[in-house]
């Protein structure tokens, strides 16, 4: 959808954009697309999570060291 160019008639009509984005191609889809999204979102949360807790266990440790003051 990136470079699906749209016109003053997209914006008019009611809803706005029904046709090109609510009716389009890009949001046809059905219950196995939905399973593999829930399964790409699972893996993207697993893997910012391990970055996350990591950043965290490092501002825990810095705060232990430094006597509680973050600068």
């Keep these: 959808m990136r ?3 749209f016109t003053w008639e ?3 009509q009611k809803p ?5 984005i609510t009716k389009g191609s890009a949001f046809r889809f059905g219950m196995s697309d939905v399973a593999r999204m829930r399964e790409e979102m699972e893996r ?4 910012l ?3 996350y807790l990591a950043m965290k266990e ?9 006597g509680g003051n973050l600068e």
């Excluded at 993207?44 to 893997?47: F, H, K, S, Y």
């Excluded at 490092?58 to 430094?66: N, R």
């Design 10 to 12: 997209d914006i008019a």
């Design 44 to 47: 993207l949360i697993n893997n």
């Design 49 to 51: 999570s391990k970055i």
């Design 3 to 5: 470079h699906i160019k």
């Design 58 to 66: 490092q501002e825990k440790a810095k705060k232990k060291t430094s």
């Design 16 to 20: 706005s954009f029904k046709t090109l």
